[in-house]
């Protein structure tokens, strides 16, 4: 079955630390480019992060500096490390990935950034 999930979001201080796993079939996974989206009540779903299959990364300008990509293929999981958090960053976060033209999502995962 072809899927992606997400996990580790959750309750964080501004300042703080995340980071979110997506584990993905190994179908999707190997040999394709993973990234991570985010979306925010009320607004659009915007890229956060890709990494190809070769490791090479790009990133939102507002993640340049805080928040890193990166993927196991031992594993078939890419990971978000996120560190200082900031209110903003308040959002559901989802995996993303395509193969043959088919896009696939996760279900995402919560990420609330609060004192």
């Known amino acids: 079955q072809v899927q992606l999930v997400e996990s580790g979001g959750g309750l964080v201080q501004p300042g703080g630390s995340l980071r979110l796993s997506c584990a993905a079939s190994?179908?999707?996974?190997?040999?394709?480019?993973m990234r991570w989206y985010r979306q925010a009540p009320g607004k659009q779903r915007e890229l956060v992060a890709g990494i190809s299959s070769g490791g090479i990364t790009n990133y939102a300008d507002s993640a340049k500096g805080r928040f890193t990509i990166s993927r196991d293929n031992a594993k078939n999981t890419v990971y978000l490390q996120m560190n200082s958090l900031k209110p903003e960053d308040t959002a559901v976060y989802y995996c993303?990935?395509?193969?043959?033209?088919?896009?696939?999502w996760g279900r995402g995962t919560q990420v609330t950034v609060s004192s």
């Open positions: 190994r179908s999707i996974f190997s040999g394709n480019a």
């Open positions: 993303n990935s395509a193969r043959l033209g088919v896009v696939y």
